[in-house]
């Protein structure tokens, strides 16, 4: 059973050197599952009820993705639509009992984004900070009833070199094992 389940969602994946080296960084977390949507779905046709199986399961859901238009890519946007269905993870079931399947469980943002911490500020080439660029991927978060962590962003993807993206790396490693000690995750896995 993976506890963590990291569902990393990047177009290129093997063209990737951030978001790659934060995803084996949180897959190297005890109990962590990395699960790799473009891999699984490069036809964008979801196994639905195997990825709410795997949402069963887990205990903090981090999405894994790099920024896109303001936004995740377009499959973690199709497997929104598709795995957090009504009637599963919100509204009312067909017995018209609350849906809430994912109620109680966390949610984690983990982005890189090529603008620099610059870039997502008045003035900037995005104009805005990054975090007023958080709340679509916040509310999916909380309209299913999770509990939201702020988000951890790598900025400045595409010009770090090998030792910022290993500190950022080793920062996000331990802002990951601090999330899953107050969540009461890790421990035990570690032990097995």
């Known amino acids: 059973m993976a506890h963590t389940l990291i569902l990393h969602a990047h177009p290129r994946p093997r063209d990737s050197r951030v978001t790659a080296a934060l995803g084996r960084t949180l897959a190297g977390l005890p109990g962590a599952r990395l699960h790799p949507l473009y891999d699984?779905?490069?036809d964008f046709d979801i196994d639905v009820a195997a990825e709410q199986d795997a949402l069963a399961e887990?205990?903090?859901?981090?999405?894994?993705?790099?920024?896109?238009?303001?936004?995740?890519?377009?499959?973690?946007?199709?497997?929104f639509d598709t795995v957090l269905a009504h009637g599963w993870a919100y509204g009312h079931g067909a017995d018209g009992a609350p849906a809430h399947a994912l109620a109680g469980k966390t949610a984690w943002w983990v982005a890189s984004a090529?603008?620099?911490?610059?870039?997502?500020?008045?003035?900037?080439?995005?104009?805005?900070?990054?975090?007023?660029?958080?709340?679509?991927?916040?509310?999916?978060?909380?309209?299913?009833?999770?509990?939201?962590?702020?988000?951890?962003?790598?900025?400045?993807?595409?010009?770090?070199?090998?030792d910022t993206l290993r500190a950022r790396c080793a920062a996000l490693a331990e802002v990951a094992r601090g999330h899953q000690a107050a969540l009461g995750l890790g421990a035990e896995e570690a032990a097995a």
């Open 114 to 162: 090529g603008g620099t911490p610059g870039a997502y500020q008045p003035g900037g080439a995005h104009g805005r900070p990054f975090a007023e660029f958080v709340a679509p991927v916040e509310h999916v978060a909380r309209f299913c009833g999770m509990h939201w962590l702020p988000p951890f962003v790598a900025h400045g993807g595409h010009a770090q070199d090998d």
């Open 40 to 42: 699984r779905y490069p």
């Open 58 to 79: 887990a205990r903090l859901i981090v999405w894994l993705a790099p920024v896109y238009w303001y936004s995740v890519p377009g499959l973690l946007k199709h497997w």
